[in-house]
């Protein structure tokens, strides 16, 4: 606590303009809009909404930023949390308000929630920077929502926690636990016709059974673990299921610790610093998480001007074993991890790997959550396994490098069969809008050996980088029973998913990068045993086909479609729009 408050005071400086105590100090026991017209006015508002006049004027009001929505089921858990997180802020002596914004349901969302993460984004900064509150409570869940929710309050730049929803129930079908990565196990099934329709209907009906976030290690639960290893959430929040009474009880602590945050005017950036991202990066090593977190993670240093980048998660990914086996990096469940006891028991286990002075959600140091597990001594689980007897003695993602991703690639490993870590064969190449239908033509040439590239699913390409939900085997070879080939992609993929998959290769297609350049037939090799993804065609053939004309990309006219196109960045930089990184 002592080195946040520390670090905290050292940033004093940097005040939102919205802030009347700019000069004077933190906003402790309020009076911070005092003496100014435009106080009197936010202060005679906020009693219109029924505060008393106590309320308003003596204590730190704490904003709710919920991203509750019936139209996201994920997240429609935070609004009874936002009662409990507004419990805390009561009894810590503040004053909770809470307000809405954008949120982001991954499977209603078309093209792509990608497309909109910055949009969602731009609006949470501005509602944090622009009300008259002194600290904030993030509630989020669903992939995007989580990023785009750190990144607004990284920019915003006053005091915030998050609470995320946390992971949905587990249903039952045909006598076993069905969890969210089950839907593309039981996909090839259903399209066989091995699984009739009121079966499927069945599955629909059993699938999600609550509200909270994919119950699996994909992106939500990724980032919500990387949220607590950030010191941006109460440690032990991340995996506690949605619909336990545990949550409700974190919701409240997270009430009480922002208000202890606005008081001592602790700041995202005294927070989530390169050490803080540092030990994120190891922990995604060590759990093969969704490699959507690379870029999210990207994009929210970048608010802060802290510098990841392919090569720093390259080298502390060589360091890491794989220690967690949670579906679909192992066999165990969310649950399993959760009686394991969660992230504090993970960050004791790589604690030798981490910035031990790292500050957590609670004000506490990784060292201290650390001894604090060895104190309480948690029930052995064959799901976390220690650094000496790991899953896998190096981490489940690969970052790749070579002439077909000079700017890099990753590759989950702990997802893709061993079998084809190592491959070399020819090229089909699909254009990521018509992939579908061309897997269906029966004249198309592929062998067991070919490498599928699915290109243009770029951030401008697609536009949006959107999810690749199924690798486009082609019909010829699914008929002969082959379910797996190597593939090689602009795209990002469902961190539920796995498959042999080089994602995020970058540059895209869509911007001139050489995965825009393959022909059918053209040698692919991949290792990922060495880092290595490469095009084995002659630099002048590449020349002369670099002059030849470069598939399209989306022509938006207007809107914020257009505003994207033009701002994005790619994927090693986070996609984030070029004039949001950083807040100077
Ligand atoms: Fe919302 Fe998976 S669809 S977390």
């Known amino acids: 606590m002592a080195r946040t408050t520390q670090v905290g005071a050292e940033t004093k400086q940097r005040r939102s303009p919205r802030d009347a105590t700019a000069g004077g100090g933190p906003p402790v026991n309020g009076d911070h809009f005092a003496g100014d017209m435009r106080g009197s006015i936010e202060r005679a508002f906020l009693r219109a909404g029924g505060l008393s006049r106590e309320a308003v004027r003596r204590r730190p009001i704490i904003g709710i930023c919920s991203s509750w929505s019936e139209l996201n089921p994920c997240n429609m858990g935070l609004r009874d949390l936002a009662e409990s997180v507004k419990r805390g802020v009561t009894t810590a002596g503040g004053t909770a308000v809470v307000f809405p914004t954008i949120s982001l349901a991954e499977n209603f969302i078309v093209p792509t929630t990608m497309l909109l993460r910055n949009l969602m984004a731009m609006d949470v900064e501005e509602m944090i920077r622009c009300s008259p509150i002194d600290g904030v409570v993030l509630l989020s869940g669903c992939d995007k929502t989580v990023p785009a929710q750190l990144m607004g309050a990284a920019s915003a730049g006053k005091p915030a926690i998050m609470l995320t929803a946390g992971p949905r129930s587990c249903g039952q079908f045909q006598g076993r636990p069905v969890v969210t990565s089950d839907v593309w196990t039981l996909g090839p099934d259903r399209v066989m016709g091995r699984i009739d329709d009121e079966e499927w209907d069945a599955l629909e009906g059993v699938f999600a059974p609550t509200v909270g976030v994919c119950n699996v290690m994909g992106t939500a639960t990724t980032m919500a673990i990387a949220t607590e290893v950030i010191g941006m959430a109460l440690p032990g929040s991340a995996v506690v299921p949605a619909v336990e009474s545990r949550r409700s009880d974190l919701a409240e602590r997270t009430g009480i610790r922002a ?97 031990r002075d790292s500050v957590q959600g609670d004000g506490r140091t990784v060292a201290d959550v650390s001894a604090d597990v060895r104190t309480a001594k948690p029930r052995p689980n064959p799901c976390l396994r220690s650094l000496e007897d790991p899953f896998e003695p190096a981490s489940g993602l690969v970052v790749l490098r070579g002439s077909l991703a000079p700017r890099g690639a990753i590759f989950k490993r702990s997802a893709a069969p061993r079998a084809l870590w190592t491959h070399r064969g020819p090229a089909v190449v699909f254009d990521y809008h018509t992939a579908q239908e061309r897997a269906q033509d029966p004249d198309l040439h592929a062998t067991p050996d070919s490498v599928i590239v699915l290109r243009n699913a770029g951030p401008v390409g697609a536009p949006g980088m959107p999810e690749v939900d199924f690798v486009p085997i082609p019909a010829v070879l699914r008929k002969a029973g082959i379910t797996e080939l190597v593939c090689v992609t602009d795209g990002r993929m469902s961190g539920t998913e796995g498959g042999a998959t080089a994602l995020h290769v970058t540059p895209e297609a869509a911007i001139g990068g050489p995965i825009g350049l393959v022909r059918n037939g053209d040698e692919i090799v991949l290792d990922a045993t060495t880092g290595r993804l490469d095009l084995l065609v002659e630099d002048r053939e590449l020349a002369r086909r670099a002059t030849e004309a470069r598939p399209s990309a989306s022509a938006a006219r207007r809107g914020y479609e257009r505003l994207y196109l033009d701002h994005v960045l790619q994927a090693d930089q986070g996609c984030d729009f070029d004039f949001l990184v950083d807040r100077a």
């Open 259 to 355: 208000v202890e945050l606005a008081r001592s005017d602790i700041r995202p950036e005294d927070v989530m610093t390169q050490s803080a991202f540092d030990n994120a990066l190891c922990v995604l090593a060590a759990t093969g998480g969704s490699t959507n977190e690379f870029i999210h993670l990207e994009a929210i240093a970048g608010r802060l001007g802290v510098s990841l980048g392919l090569d720093r998660f390259a080298g502390i990914s060589e360091k890491t074993p794989q220690v967690l086996g949670v579906r679909p990096s192992g066999d165990f469940s969310l649950e399993d991890f959760d009686h394991a006891g969660g992230v504090p028991a993970l960050l004791a286990v790589l604690e030798p790997l981490l910035d």
